[in-house]
Nanobody
Framework: QVQLVESGGGLVQPGGSLRLSCAAS????????MGWFRQAPGKEREFVAR??????????YYADSVKGRFTISRDNAKNTVYLQMNSLTPEDTAVYCC????????????????WGKGTLVTVSS
């Protein structure tokens, strides 16, 4: 089992930045591909970003809607994955969830084995 706990959400003005963190416990964090997903009110959950294991090169993949604004990273020593979000817009308002899997297919939730409960990000003036 892997437990995932997100933090860092909150209210931010349009154009602002936030950094989300996801702390993992349980099995070996470094063996898991990590991802971020979000679900806006009244909408389906959507893929945001994914980072592979360091052994696989730590490659990253982003949804087109966040490319160039969001950055996913991981610190295996701290068992933590981050999502740096810049140039936020109201359309980024959502509950952001962290996910872990042996192999998460880029752009999808296929391969996710574990989910966090999420942290709310609200972008509003």
């Amino acid at each position: 089992q892997v437990q995932l706990v997100e933090s860092g959400g909150g209210l931010v003005q349009p154009g602002g930045s936030l950094r989300l963190s996801c702390a993992a416990s349980g099995r070996t964090f470094s063996n898991y591909t990590m991802g971020w997903f979000r679900q806006a009110p009244g909408k389906e959950r959507e893929f945001v970003a994914r980072i592979s294991t360091s052994k696989s090169g730590g490659s990253t993949y982003y949804a087109d809607s966040v490319k160039g604004r969001f950055t996913i990273s991981r610190d295996n020593a701290k068992n933590t994955v981050y999502l740096q979000m810049n140039s936020l817009t109201p359309e980024d308002t959502a509950v952001y969830c962290c996910a872990a899997g042996r192999m998460i297919v880029a752009g999808t939730s296929l391969g996710v084995d574990y989910w966090g409960k999420g942290t709310l990000v609200t972008v509003s003036s």
